[in-house]
């Protein structure tokens, strides 16, 4: 069974940057496109980048231009820079592959807060 284990968030300021990290475990990791969702409080998880297996990225309209998806298949894992931070970026972060393909179980998420 495949294990998803976000981490890298915490609070920083407006402005601020993090980078995400997602390690999956199991031999299904290369072959996936992989996507970073999140959700704040109150809201539905929202899908918010993507990366396929050949390195094809695709962000939504709210994170293009500041974030950046990448992936290291030797490590089983997928990253999520995120720069130019706003309070609206507060939420819970997670990794998963497309609902098209069927979701993993999820994992824990990490919190990022943006805030002064």
């Known amino acids: 069974q495949v294990q998803l284990v976000e981490s890298g968030g915490g609070l920083v300021q407006p402005g601020g940057s993090l980078r995400l990290s997602c390690a999956a475990s199991?031999?299904?990791?290369?072959?996936?496109?992989w996507a970073w969702y999140r959700q704040a409080p109150g809201e539905g998880r929202e899908l918010i980048a993507r990366i396929d297996f050949g390195g094809n990225t695709n962000y939504a309209d709210s994170v293009k231009g500041r974030f950046t998806i990448s992936r290291d298949n030797a490590k089983n894992t997928v990253y999520l820079r995120m720069n130019s931070l706003k309070p609206d970026d507060t939420a819970v972060y997670y990794c998963?592959?497309?609902?098209?393909?069927?979701?993993?179980?999820w994992g824990q998420g990490t919190q990022v807060t943006v805030s002064s």
């Open positions: 199991g031999s299904i990791f290369s072959i996936n496109t």
């Open positions: 998963n592959r497309l609902p098209s393909v069927g979701l993993l179980g």
